[in-house]
C-alpha cells in the first residue's frame, strides 16, 4: 500500500545541480520525510529531513550537505524533493527516500518506509 518511488538521479560534473524527487503514496501528509544515502563501500548516511511541523520552521541536514542541499516538501502532490547544488564527486552515491510518522524515526536511519533509490554520480 505504501509506496515512494525516486527520480532525478544522473550524471553531472563537479560543481553541477540536480533536483530528486519522491512520490508517496499511500501515506498521510502528517508523514515526517527524509534522504538517505549511499556511496560504494560505505554505509547509510542521513542527508536531509523534513516534516509537516517544521514546514515553516526547522528542518535537517548532515554537515557534509548543509549549506549546499535543500530539502523541500510539495504535500499536495505527496512529493518531497532534494536541490543538490555544488555537487562534489563524494556526493556521488545511490539517494533514498524514507518516511515514517516521526522525523526522529528517519533521522535516525529506521524508517518504515523507503524507496528504490535513485543513482547519483558526480565526475570530477
Known amino acids: 500500500q505504501v509506496q515512494l518511488v525516486e527520480s532525478g538521479g544522473g550524471l553531472v560534473q563537479a560543481g553541477g545541480s540536480l533536483r530528486l524527487s519522491c512520490t508517496a503514496s499511500?501515506?498521510?501528509?502528517?508523514?515526517?520525510m527524509g534522504w538517505f544515502r549511499q556511496g560504494a563501500g560505505k554505509e547509510r548516511e542521513f542527508v536531509a529531513a523534513?516534516?509537516?511541523?517544521?514546514?515553516?520552521?526547522?528542518?535537517t541536514y548532515a554537515d557534509s550537505v548543509k549549506d549546499r542541499f535543500t530539502i523541500s516538501r510539495d504535500y499536495g502532490k505527496n512529493t518531497v524533493y532534494l536541490q543538490m547544488n555544488s555537487l562534489k564527486p563524494e556526493d556521488t552515491a545511490v539517494y533514498y527516500c524514507?518516511?515514517?510518522?516521526?522525523?526522529?524515526?528517519?533521522?535516525?536511519?529506521?524508517?518504515?518506509?523507503w524507496g528504490q533509490g535513485t543513482q547519483v554520480t558526480v565526475s570530477s
Open positions: 499511500g501515506l498521510t501528509f502528517s508523514y515526517a
Open positions: 523534513t516534516a509537516m511541523l517544521w514546514s515553516s520552521g526547522r528542518k
Open positions: 524514507a518516511a515514517d510518522v516521526s522525523i526522529s524515526t528517519v533521522v535516525e536511519g529506521k524508517a518504515d518506509y
